[in-house]
């Protein structure tokens, strides 16, 4: 799970491109635009720079990110939707994974507290990254904060998993997990809600976990 400093420079740097590529691919996502074509532009870019994809590209507009594994289709985005966008590079056999939230126009109420309530918990859970942290209590407290929101219902993931070679690497951040974090680990942190035939939110960004806490590469 610790990774050397070649392993931590280029899990930053496929990092880096990732941030990089939805930078430009940002501007696309608007009413009118399919899903498939913002997908495929993520894609196209990624060959352009002569690398491969971490996994199959996501791009779910309003009812279809309810569904944390969505498959990219051919619906168009629609005003006042929400969009979720995961996806990631492999730089020099190293792999990234990101996902952003994008609120187009003004979503409904239910939708813009879902965001609030997945940013926060997501905030809460970096600062408590730290080595030695017990993964397990840590997990927990920001699912607790969730279910006390009366969000609990609607998580349908674990908080995060570990990354480097492989997409999924451990550890793996889940409330059955007794484990400590590790120094020198690059993990992401990812709390999603979703509510089936509404929409979803996830906001995920790899972490390195350093001597003083943890280190955002996705930012």
Do not use: C
């Amino acid at each position: 799970m610790s990774k050397n400093a070649k392993e931590i420079k280029y899990l930053a740097k496929a990092a880096e491109i990732t941030l990089d590529i939805y930078r430009v691919v940002a501007a696309q996502i608007k009413p009118g635009v399919r899903e498939v074509e913002i997908a495929d532009n993520i894609e196209n870019i990624i060959r352009k720079r002569a690398l491969k994809r971490s996994f199959q590209t996501i791009v779910a507009s309003g009812p279809n990110a309810a569904r944390p594994h969505a498959k990219v289709t051919k619906r168009k985005i629609r005003p006042n939707d929400t969009v979720v966008i995961d996806f990631g590079v492999i730089y020099k056999g190293y792999h990234s994974d990101m996902t952003r939230t994008v609120m187009v126009g003004k979503p409904d109420s239910t939708m813009r507290r879902l965001y609030g309530v997945v940013k926060t918990a997501q905030k809460m859970a970096i600062r408590k990254v730290k080595p030695g942290a017990k993964i397990s209590d840590l997990v927990r407290s920001v699912h607790d904060y969730m279910r006390k929101a009366g969000m609990g219902r609607y998580i349908m993931h674990s908080l995060g998993h570990g990354v480097g070679k492989k997409i999924h690497e451990n550890p793996k951040l889940s409330e059955k997990n007794k484990h400590s974090l590790k120094k020198n680990t690059v993990i992401t942190i990812e709390p999603g809600l979703y509510v089936k035939k509404i929409g979803g939110v996830r906001i995920e960004d790899m972490v390195l976990i350093n001597k003083k806490g943890a280190r955002v590469l996705t930012r």
